[in-house]
């Protein structure tokens, strides 16, 4: 069966590094990936979608990149920012339908 | 990007009673879906609402437990019928724009069952 998975374990990190995120999965060719941002009592926010063709794609502090031999996505943020403590959720997906992780907490500290 | 409003924010309900969940989106969209939230869990779909048609449900999901009804562009309810605890959840609705892969979320409905 389809699996996703990315860490469970929360990530704690200092303000100003980079944090990396990781997203692996089985049994699945999605045609591409997406990752979320959800905070507390708040639903999903989008901010990346990278295509299966595609390597890396950045937005401002943002950098995602796809390996569909390794089946895993990274998704790093660079300068990192208290601000920016939350769960990250990644998703594949092929056509409309979404495939959702379980998410990783990231929190920032000063 | 879209704004969507969910009602209720939030309510507690005794087991076998049924709740309704209203979606509202500020724009017309295409593609309206419903997922669950459960605790610790990531989020399931439940159901893709289609516009003038009957909606399309996951595996494990049926439409006597969780009806939906899409009566136009904007807007989109989710009934969880004949709760047991089980059903304590958040409830997400998205949308999406045909074409588009992108969904954007409302807040959710966070539920608790009895």
């Known amino acids: 069966s389809q699996k996703i998975e990315q860490n469970s374990e929360a990530l704690n990190i200092q303000e100003g590094k980079t944090a990396t995120l990781t997203c692996n999965y089985t049994n699945y060719s999605p045609a591409y990936l997406q990752w979320y941002r959800q905070d507390p009592g708040r639903g999903p926010v989008f901010l990346l979608l990278i295509r299966e063709n595609e390597k890396e794609k950045r937005k401002e502090r943002l950098k995602v990149t796809f390996d569909t031999t390794l089946k895993q996505s990274l998704f790093h943020i660079t300068a990192s920012q208290p601000a920016d403590s939350a769960t990250y959720l990644c998703?594949?997906?092929?056509?409309?339908?979404?495939?959702f992780g379980k998410g990783t907490s990231l929190l920032v500290t000063p | 990007s879209a704004v969507i409003s969910q009602k209720p924010s939030r309510d507690i309900c005794q087991r076998g009673t049924s709740l309704t969940i209203q979606c509202q989106v500020d724009s017309q969209v295409t593609m309206m879906f419903w997922y669950r939230q459960q605790p610790g869990q990531s989020l399931t779909l439940i159901a893709t609402?289609?516009?003038?048609?009957?909606?399309?449900?996951e595996s494990g999901f049926v439409i006597d437990k969780f009806p939906i009804s899409r009566p136009n562009l904007t807007f989109s309810t989710l009934t969880v019928s004949n709760m047991s605890p089980e059903d304590s959840s958040i409830y997400l609705c998205?949308?999406?724009?045909?074409?588009?892969?992108?969904?954007?979320f409302g807040p959710g409905t966070r539920l608790l069952v009895l």
């Open positions: 609402a289609n516009q003038g048609s009957e909606a399309t449900y």
């Open positions: 998205s949308v999406a724009d045909r074409g588009e892969e992108t969904q954007y």
């Open positions: 998703a594949l997906g092929t056509g409309y339908a979404l495939n």
